[in-house]
Nanobody, 124 residues
């Protein structure tokens, strides 16, 4: 059993920042690999960022230079720092977790556990 809980979404103006957090529990023998995804209406769920067991990160092209994924293993928490937000960043953001990467980091199918999602709305 893995429980995911997150916070930090909301409505902001273009150029503002948000920090999303996702607290997880239930994994044993591993801190797992985490990812953040987002999905806008009419679009596929896309990978925002991931962080693996040793801290290696990956980012979607749209996220590079603006978003930062991090984690605190002691607190079993994933973070996503969203800076310089744009209206096109508006989406539901999801955290996800898997014991280890057995596929592409940006594929939703790679992950076993998902948070419920939080809405990020960016106004022009």
């Amino acid at each position: 059993q893995v429980h995911l809980e997150k916070s930090g979404g909301g409505s902001v103006q273009a150029g503002d920042s948000l920090r999303l957090s996702c607290v997880y529990s239930g994994l044993t023998d591993t801190n797992g690999c985490g990812g953040w995804f987002r999905q806008a209406p009419g679009k596929e769920r896309e990978g925002v960022a991931s962080i693996d067991l040793d801290g290696t990160t990956n980012y979607g092209d749209f996220a590079k230079g603006r978003f930062t994924i991090s984690r605190d293993n002691a607190k079993n928490t994933l973070y996503l720092q969203l800076n310089s937000l744009k209206p096109e960043d508006t989406a539901t953001y999801y955290c996800a977790l898997v014991n280890s990467f057995g596929g592409r980091w940006s594929s939703p199918a790679t992950y076993y556990y998902w948070g419920k999602g939080t809405q990020v709305t960016v106004s022009a």
